[in-house]
């Protein structure tokens, strides 16, 4: 069964840092473009950051650019959101997605919350 | 930044009946372009991807048509589960951007 499943969320102060974790299973981790889009209470779908399968390109929403930090670790079919000096407006549920085609995103974890308050 | 704009925000219609979302891009985007369905509490699912074909398991009553700027997601004919917030994508150009939504509520 093909699953992705986030942790690392939780409650930080303004300023603060967090890094979010994604274990993929029941695919082919390293042929997916993977991403995190993140989705603010009652709010749309953003696109928050990709990475290439074989990690060597990233890209970013101009909001988290310098600030988030997307990796991944093929041998441990696993992804990663470095987050620093977070903000009010980066609360968000944040779900690890993943594009086996190009950048339409096939696969979804069911998310995991962050929120950025005092 | 493409902005790509969904309309309605929301649509009203009766099990059923047929259902047009619409979405535009503010520039074109090829056929670079994903339907999302998302139910309240639980992760998007890709319905549509390159505009018009379907994604793995969804069915034929949901379609996807346009290229360029303009595009439609049309479901046939409305079921209980169709009824959640249908987002568009497109992957043409960084930053990918998504539409704002229509949500589908029961009439």
């Known amino acids: 069964e093909v699953q992705l499943g986030e942790s690392g969320g939780g409650l930080v102060q303004p300023g603060g840092s967090l890094r979010l974790s994604c274990a993929a299973s029941?695919?082919?981790?390293?042929?997916?473009?993977m991403s995190w889009v993140r989705q603010a209470p009652g709010k749309g779908l953003e696109w928050v950051a990709n990475?290439?399968?074989?990690?060597?390109?990233?890209y970013y929403v101009d909001s988290v650019k310098g600030r988030f930090t997307i990796s991944r670790d093929n041998a441990k079919k696993s992804l990663y959101l470095q987050m620093n000096d977070l903000r009010a407006e980066d609360t968000a549920v944040y779900y690890c997605a993943g594009a086996g085609g190009w950048l339409r995103f096939d696969l979804w974890g069911r998310g995991t919350l962050v929120t950025v308050s005092s | 930044e493409i902005v790509m704009t969904q309309s309605p925000a929301t649509l009203s219609v009766s099990p059923g009946e047929r259902a047009t979302l619409s979405c535009r891009a503010s520039?074109?985007?090829?056929?670079?372009l994903a339907w999302y369905q998302q139910k309240p509490g639980q992760a998007p699912r890709l319905l549509i991807y390159?505009?018009?074909t379907r994604a793995t398991g969804i069915p034929v009553s949901f379609s996807g048509s346009g290229s360029g700027t303009e595009f439609t997601l049309t479901i046939s004919s409305l079921q209980s589960e169709d009824f959640a917030v249908y987002y568009c994508?497109?992957?043409?150009?960084?930053?990918?951007?998504f539409g704002g939504g229509t949500k589908v509520e029961i009439k």
């Open positions: 994508q497109q992957y043409n150009n960084w930053p990918l951007t």
């Open positions: 990475i290439q399968r074989d990690g060597s390109e990233e």
């Open positions: 029941g695919f082919i981790f390293s042929s997916y473009w």
């Open positions: 390159d505009a018009s």
């Open positions: 520039q074109s985007v090829s056929s670079n």
